[in-house]
């Protein structure tokens, strides 16, 4: 099993930037593919973004493609979120999962670790 533990977040004006940090510990993390989700106010979590194992593959939700960049540095055991061009939209509470394939993944289904998440709220 992974534990993670989510920083980074903060409140920033729109346009502005943040970049979270998921440190994970225990020995499965460089062969996990790693994701972050987020979940606003009163809606459900949803999917933000994914990267493989190897770092080769990386997935992200529509609402956030070329604004954030998912990366992940295996000797540090820790995956980042950069975020750019952040939008009043994008205020949420930010989520770093482990899944259980080395593949990216999109579904919440397939992630079997998460952390406590980071708060993120973005004013206009």
């Known amino acids: 099993q992974v534990q993670l533990v989510e920083s980074g977040g903060g409140l920033v004006q729109a346009g502005g930037s943040l970049r979270l940090s998921c440190a994970a510990s225990?020995?499965?993390?460089?062969?996990?593919?790693m994701g972050w989700f987020r979940q606003p106010p009163g809606k459900e979590r949803e999917f933000v973004a994914t990267?493989?194992?190897?770092?080769?593959?990386?997935y992200y939700a529509d609402s956030v493609k070329g604004r954030f960049t998912i990366s992940r540095v295996n000797a540090k055991n820790t995956v980042y979120l950069e975020m750019n061009s952040l939008k009043p939209e994008d205020t949420a509470r930010y989520y770093c999962?482990?899944?259980?394939?080395?593949?990216?993944?999109?579904?919440?289904?397939?992630?079997?670790?998460w952390g406590q998440g980071t708060q993120v709220t973005v004013s206009s």
């Open positions: 225990g020995r499965t993390f460089s062969s996990s593919a």
């Open positions: 990267i493989s194992a190897n770092s080769g593959t990386t």
């Open positions: 999962a482990a899944a259980q394939t080395s593949m990216a993944a999109t579904r919440t289904s397939l992630f079997r670790s």
